[in-house]
């Protein structure tokens, strides 16, 4: 029953993230019409990146080998196209939540320039900079905050498994039966 409650909460969460990240583009846009392809397609993408990390990370309570880290692997979805404008805030916010000092600084550094800098790189298109491209860099870097913050539950903190055998003496065999 636990694995359906994190997939569940997975699937919201991923969903409510994509919503957002489908807002702060809206909050960029000039003129914000969208189509219903491409609304659908982003929200898709954040759903199944929000499923990978609660799936993993429901792997990772139970103590399964690292290999499962690898269910994470289809999130890297939210960074193709125009999702790369996410990689230095998902990059900084990742750094940011280190739990080593200068790492943190390296991180907010990160962030520091990407929030300067993405007006600038967004408003190169002729269109003023106005109200809008400051609340679009806030709700954006809530966005990488959320996908920042289930990569690491997901994806930091994994033991060995619970039920390893015990080194045996030499001369029989080894063998490490993971359950």
Avoid: N
Avoid at 125 to 145: D, F, H, K, N, Q
């Amino acid at each position: 029953m636990t694995l359906l409650r994190h997939l569940g909460a997975g699937l919201v969460l991923g969903a409510l993230t994509g919503a957002v990240a489908r807002g702060f583009m809206a909050l960029f846009a000039a003129d914000p019409s969208f189509t219903w392809e491409g609304t659908s397609l982003i929200l898709a993408i954040f759903t199944v990146a929000g499923l990978a990390f609660s799936a993993a990370r429901d792997l990772k309570l139970r103590h399964r080998s690292r290999w499962w880290k690898l269910l994470a692997l289809p999130a890297i979805g939210v960074g193709l196209g125009q999702g790369m404008l996410l990689i230095p805030g998902l990059l900084g916010m990742s750094l940011a939540m280190s739990r080593r000092p200068r790492v943190r600084l390296v991180g907010l550094a990160i962030l520091i320039a990407y929030a300067v800098g993405l007006p600038i790189l967004v408003g190169t298109s002729g269109e003023p900079i106005t109200w809008r491209m400051p609340a679009g860099v806030v709700v954006l870097l809530g966005c990488c905050a959320a996908v920042a913050a289930a990569a690491r539950a997901a994806l930091t903190g994994w033991r060995a498994p619970a039920r390893a055998d015990i080194v045996r003496p030499i001369g029989r065999r080894m063998s490490a039966r993971i359950s």
